[in-house]
């Protein structure tokens, strides 16, 4: 029976260490894509009534194909602790870049 338990053992540290030397992990630097044309204003929508549990997201436009597309506003379930931060296009390098939807923590949220 030791003779057993040793030979798992020497097999999981060799899978751990296996695993160790192999892994790569992501990449922390992102490329930064520049749109040199500005985006359309925003579409008006009509925002629903509220949804308890959930939080509106506004529509916005992304782009795709080389061009801008507008994409509907939706629901989104809150996170609590969390503010929702929806999507932009901020100007950068004498263009704009866009900035993904996130969720960031709420400085005044506490338990």
Not at 8 to 24: D, E, H, N, R, S
Not at 34 to 47: H, Q
Not at 83 to 103: F, L, Q
Request: glycine share 10%; proline share 13%; hydrophobic share 40%.
């Amino acid at each position: 029976m030791r003779n057993l338990t040793r030979t798992f053992a020497a097999v999981a540290a060799l899978g751990l260490a296996a695993g160790a030397a192999t892994y790569t992990p992501p990449a922390a630097a992102r490329e930064v894509v520049v749109i040199r044309t500005a985006p359309p204003a925003p579409r008006f929508e009509r925002v629903p009534p509220p949804r308890v549990g959930y939080t509106w997201a506004p529509g916005y436009w992304n782009w795709y194909g080389g061009r801008y597309v507008w994409v509907t506003g939706r629901w989104v379930g809150v996170r609590p602790g969390y503010v929702y931060r929806p999507p932009a296009w901020r100007p950068y390098r004498g263009g704009y870049h866009y900035e993904r939807e996130v969720w960031v923590r709420d400085p005044h949220w506490h338990r």
